[in-house]
């Protein structure tokens, strides 16, 4: 997914770093606040199964994690995580192969005991910039459900574009369906910025 050398990515306050096996318990932390795993997707409801989604090989998203860099020699505080999907753009058949690789699908986690001080704003700009720089790719999207503020709040603050607004489209886990927005950003338009 990645070159070894692209990461961990570090920001004056945070490191963006791959997700370990070890790195499982401190994200269930925060993953499992109701005011967090109300906006997830997948929402494990025991660590075991929590432990066992992220042990599946066949997972296609690469998972970070947020690090709150220390101002002393301690080691630094997990503080948040985010999913990396790289994917094809959509391509007629015939040019489908230089379509491969070329978007990434972005999604995030802050623990709530850290909201507020732009530690979001500041990991996932990080990414994005590793996504095209680095990795050269040339889309980068998000999505989240409407009501979701902070994060529709943050692709904004990024300068994401707002692409689309779907009316109850997303069927929530509480059996209501909700209103959902989806985000982008091209490298051209991260370079002008």
Known sequence: M??????PVRTERLQVR??????VDAMWEWRRLPEVNRWLGLAPDTIAAFRERYRDPDRLAAMYLIELL???????????DVMIRIGDGWAQLEVADQAKGVEAELGWVLDPAY???GYATEAIRAVIDTCFGPLGLRRVHAGCFADNEPSWRLMERLGM???EFSRKTALHRSGEWLDGLNYGILAEEWAAR
């Open 2 to 7: 990645s070159t070894p050398d692209v990461w």
């Open 70 to 80: 220390p101002g002393d020699d301690s080691d630094p505080r997990p503080i948040g």
């Open 161 to 163: 574009r707002r692409e």
């Open 18 to 23: 791959p997700m370990t096996e070890a790195d």
């Open 115 to 117: 909201t507020g001080r």
